[in-house]
């Protein structure tokens, strides 16, 4: 009996905790979307002075109207989309050859990619920008999307996760006359649904809130994206919350249909992970 009462309050405990974490999670979120409902010059006095009526749902027309955030929206969304793409398969073709291809300095390669997660990116901005001034890509879709699609975290979390693969399988495709290309296709991304929807998410979010390296690399107004446009939209002598916080409104709606679409999958592939662990 103690140790299901124990359990019990352990329970409640950990559901107390976990609904006080969501609910810091969610104020900005639900702070931003009353902000935006606001009318613009409107007089606030205390913090519930955001959440008051009147409301209005006229800042996002004419915040669409007056401004480029359609613009910065698009290139948000093809920066995004692009690198992803790349990510997964530069990332899945990368972890496959250290995790079942067998060749001399493997493990050395996967060792120099972990330790590479400890440099910080801001580390190596400086080099990466002469880089890719050098190579002409400032001002460009691809100077944006070239340096992203490498992220040691997503390899080394690909890697574990092909490893446990079972080699019977592939060593059967390899006896039938398959060749690493086939088993690559045909076996490993298959089967590897979860972690390839986890990096897709994860590239995605990481690409679209990117905003050191884009206020860096762009200099036309129009290749901005969301993260740099819309700080331009605050006005610094009469600071307004009311447009940025609807653009950021805006900003917010392609991530959360990403998460729609790949929430199942990486549930499912942390609950994978845990079980066989």
Known sequence: ????????????????????????????????????????????????????????????????????????????????????????L?????????AKIPFKGRHAFYMYFLLGMLIPTEATVVPLFILVKDLGLTDSYAGLIFPTIANAMMLIVTVDFFKSVPDSIIEAVRIDGGSEFTIFWRIMLPLSKPIIATVCLFSFVNSWNNYLWPLLCIFSDKLYTMPIGIPTLLNTESPDFVVPMTANMISSLPMIIMFIIFERQVVEGISTQGLKE
Not at 90 to 98: D, E, F, G, N, S
């Open 1 to 88: 009996m103690k140790s299901k009462r124990k359990f019990k309050i352990g329970t409640l405990v950990l559901t107390f905790v976990s609904i006080a974490i969501a609910l810091v999670m969610i104020l900005p979120i639900v702070w931003g979307f009353f902000c935006s409902l606001q009318h613009e010059g409107k007089q606030i006095k205390t913090i519930w002075d955001w959440f008051t009526p009147p409301y209005t749902l006229g800042n996002y027309p004419n915040l669409i109207a007056n401004s480029e955030v359609l613009v910065w929206l698009i290139n948000s969304l093809v920066v995004a989309l692009i690198t992803m793409v790349l990510t997964v």
């Open 90 to 98: 530069i990332t899945t073709m990368a972890a496959y050859a250290l």
